[in-house]
T-cell receptor, first 113, second 110 residues
Framework: DTEVTQTPKHLVMGMTNKKSLKCEQH?????MYWYKQKAKKPPELMFV???????INESVPSRFSPECPNSSLLNLHLHALQPEDSALYLC????????????FGEGSRLTVL | AQSVTQLGSHVSVSEGALVLLRCNYS??????LFWYVQYPNQGLQLLLK??????LVKGINGFEAEFKKSETSFHLTKPSAHMSDAAEYFC????????FGTGTSLTVIP
């Protein structure tokens, strides 16, 4: 199984809503990532979890709250978002170590109204 | 510190023509380099990676890239473009995190 599965694929939410994005992998990877991607731009790193602990937070606003319940799951909790937060949110996983490539999910397309 | 620079944000080629997408890297240590492809409304898919073994790396879908230390380059090539190659291509270098280039949008003209 070499897949990273993200749900939902599409999400529309108002600025006062609370929603969550979910990510799952069963490749035994111990590093998991959240990226934000705007159209025609490279992915921007948001968070990195290593061994289920938050290791990198790229100064992301607190309205984005990550959670790693176990080694296979990664969540991104969303609250009080702004329209400029509309983007494709990509989850990725990788083995620990420099030579390990990132395995990406298909992404969750978020629209904030 | 590591970084990559992709020259040309848009490249157009005719179907059947050579594809050449340019990537130059900056790294203070031997780099691990990657090319990813992204089709519309999808995630990124690994095309190939260089991890200090052979300098000519073959990937999926007929793509290959050559690591040239003297030129600090890792350009992506394909001998004959196909319509299905139209996509966004990202070069990346791995350090304490992945550093992506700004991307090159490939258009294939029938």
């Amino acid at each position: 199984d070499t897949e990273v599965t993200q749900t939902p694929k599409h999400l529309v939410m108002g600025m006062t809503n609370k929603k969550s994005l979910k990510c799952e992998q069963h490749m035994g990877h111990r590093a998991m990532y959240w990226y934000k991607q705007k159209a025609k731009k490279p992915p921007e790193l948001m968070f990195v979890y290593s061994y289920e602990k938050l290791s990198i937070n790229e100064s992301v606003p607190s309205r984005f709250s990550p959670e790693c319940p176990n080694s296979s799951l990664l969540n991104l909790h969303l609250h009080a978002l702004q329209p400029e937060d509309s983007a494709l949110y990509l989850c990725a996983s990788s083995p620990i170590g420099l030579a390990g490539e990132l395995f990406f999910g298909e992404g969750s397309r978020l629209t904030v109204l | 510190a590591q970084s990559v620079t992709q020259l040309g944000s848009h490249v157009s080629v005719s179907e059947g023509a050579l594809v050449l997408l340019r990537c130059n890297y900056s790294s203070s240590v031997p780099p691990y380099l990657f090319w990813y492809v992204q089709y519309p409304n999808q995630g990124l898919q690994l095309l190939l990676k260089y991890t200090s073994a052979a300098t000519l790396v073959k990937g999926i879908n007929g793509f290959e890239a050559e690591f040239k230390k003297s030129e600090t380059s890792f350009h992506l090539t394909k001998p004959s473009a196909h319509m299905s190659d139209a996509a966004e291509y990202f070069c990346a270098v791995a350090g304490n995190q992945f550093y992506f280039g700004t991307g090159t949008s490939l258009t294939v003209i029938p």
